[in-house]
């Protein structure tokens, strides 16, 4: 059988798309209007501060930048190569696509991490 | 009595240079199909005018053509839908065309045996095999295919890339996968979890909204996909001995 990287990635990919449908809804509700716009009286700063600091928090947090940007990687790749039909730069389109994920999923660690 | 135009695809490859447009004036009768249009072409008006068909009620997947664009059993598209017209009949897409709208599926053909589509199972013991309505309910829709590439001639990888598998394949051999007295998914495994196979299948949908039959390829692969990656995560994680 030719193996393909594709199980590991599509894995990442629909985890992704789970875990933003999931959480980034209810995320950009809370903190894109209702803190802003006052239907919710918001938390203090120290409130989320110690939240976003416990280990738990910035797991979750962590997973969903992470497993979100593979999944924006994942179909980006293919809108390049269907779409656009550029699969002849198969390799380089792969590279950067997921390379733009793991550089996006190291930075949302360094951020997490010094939260 | 009313008409509507046919606009009817012709073409013979080796003769004509190109496909070419023909019209045809037929009855407009509520109770027609496109099928029904196209028989009356035949036996009234042209008699040259070839095109498949068998059962007219949907069960042998035989008269699949595009009609305004979209795969659709031509026996189950009524010209009524299509009024005032004219209504365009095109062979099916994505495959090479044989004379007017009969097509060339050998392509298919010979992909379909690859997911070994029948039972890998020893006899049962005595007797026959027990199946409860529950474990019928899994994989019955998958088996309601009729093979009539109206998924084939909607997928767009497929047109992109004649090496995909297809939706009808993999969605056949998923049919045998999840029948309980079925004992060969690791059989079809190599075949369904190649790169030719469902991971080259993007999720488009199209094939699910052109299948007349409810088979659902879109889903069977993407349940495939789960169980293949699971596998595949199984193999990378685990020593060779303790899969299974």
């Known amino acids: 059988m030719k193996r393909s990287p594709e199980p590991l990635v599509w894995l990442a990919f629909s985890g992704g798309g789970m875990a933003a449908a999931l959480l980034v809804p ?11 716009l006052g239907w919710i009286e918001p938390p203090s700063e120290e409130h989320l501060v110690a939240l976003v600091r416990h280990p ?4 979750v947090l962590f997973g969903l930048c992470a497993l979100g940007l593979f999944h924006f990687a994942h179909r980006f790749r293919y809108t390049l190569y269907d779409g656009l039909k550029l699969k002849r730069f198969a390799v380089l389109i792969a ?3 997921y390379g733009a994920a793991v550089v996006g999923s190291v930075a949302s ?4 991490l010094s939260v | 009595m009313s008409t509507i135009t046919m606009e009817v695809t012709r073409y013979r490859p080796g003769e004509d240079s190109e496909p070419t447009v023909q019209s045809y004036e037929v009855p407009l009768r509520k109770e027609w199909a496109v099928l029904d249009g196209l028989n009356h072409i035949k036996d009234h008006l042209d008699g040259t005018l070839s095109y498949r ?8 997947g035989s008269c699949g053509m595009t009609v305004n664009g979209r795969p659709v059993l031509s026996c189950a598209s009524f010209l009524v839908d299509y009024a005032p017209g004219p209504v365009r009949v095109e062979p099916l897409r994505n495959f090479p065309v044989i004379r007017d709208l009969v097509v ?9 045996p690859r997911v070994k589509p029948w039972l890998i199972a020893d006899p049962p013991e005595e007797g026959e095999f027990l199946q409860t309505p529950e474990e019928m309910d ?8 009729i093979n009539c590439m109206l998924c084939y001639s909607a997928c767009p990888v497929y047109a992109l890339e004649p090496e995909f598998l297809g939706p009808a394949a993999i969605a056949l051999g998923q049919r045998y996968n999840l029948d309980s007295r079925d004992h060969g998914a690791e059989d079809r495994r190599d075949v369904l979890a190649s790169a030719e196979g469902a991971w080259a299948c993007t999720f488009v949908g199209e094939c699910s909204t052109a299948c007349p039959k409810g088979v659902d390829p879109a889903g069977a692969i993407q349940r495939y996909k789960l169980t293949a990656a699971v596998a595949a995560m199984k193999d990378f994680l685990m020593p ?4 299974r």
């Open chain 2, 53 to 60: 068909w068998s059962c007219r009620m949907g069960i042998c």
């Open chain 2, 104 to 112: 060339d599926i050998s392509d298919f053909m010979e992909k379909l």
């Open chain 1, 95 to 97: 590279a950067v696509c």
């Open chain 1, 26 to 36: 209810v995320l950009l509700f809370l903190f894109g209007l209702a803190f802003p």
């Open chain 1, 109 to 112: 660690a360094i951020v997490l």
């Open chain 2, 138 to 145: 899994e994989y019955k829709k998958y088996s309601m295919c």
């Open chain 2, 240 to 243: 060779r001995g303790a899969r």
């Open chain 1, 56 to 59: 738990i928090t910035k797991l």
